[in-house]
């Protein structure tokens, strides 16, 4: 009987000698390196956040892009507009030459919509858009507020 409480002593302490290695292990592989790999991805997203949004370049280049959107769907608001008044007394071939600004106006009024709301749907980017801008702008509106 004490042989077999001596074998159950010694495979305790092996049992404990093993996993008490593999704790040191585990810490180890912490301390050198290990923890940085874990923490790879986490780091890599505050570090890619501090390039972009805690970067003042980006900040001020985003600030400003609003605006600059804005300012193209008016911009091609105006000039249908202004086509359109032309078109009441143009000729039958400039008639035709304006309905074919007006359309390309108008797409192209529909990309500056689409992007400025694209952008200001971002989550990282909506903390810039200026107080004074809408938060979306509407495709089928006849003309557009960009500041209040």
């Not at 600059?68 to 032309?86: D, H, P």
């Not at 810039?128 to 801008?133: A, N, Q, R």
């Amino acid at each position: 009987m004490g042989d077999l409480r001596e074998g159950a002593r010694f495979g305790v302490w092996a049992v404990g000698g093993i996993v008490g290695l593999a704790v040191v292990y585990v810490i180890g592989v912490f301390v050198f390196g290990g923890a940085g790999w874990i923490t790879a991805p986490f780091r890599g997203e505050v570090q890619e956040r501090e390039d972009t949004v805690g970067s003042g370049t980006f900040r001020l280049t985003t600030y400003e892009e609003f605006f600059g959107l804005c300012e193209a769907v008016q911009n091609a608001e105006g000039t249908i507009r202004v086509l359109q008044q032309e078109r009441g007394t143009a000729s039958t071939a400039r008639k035709s030459q304006i309905d074919q600004s007006i359309t390309a106006l108008r797409a192209s009024r529909i990309e500056s919509v689409n992007e400025y709301n694209s952008k200001a749907a971002q989550e990282h980017r909506t903390p810039f858009l200026d107080k004074g801008l809408p938060h979306r702008l509407d495709a089928d509106a006849e003309k557009t507020t960009c500041t209040d």
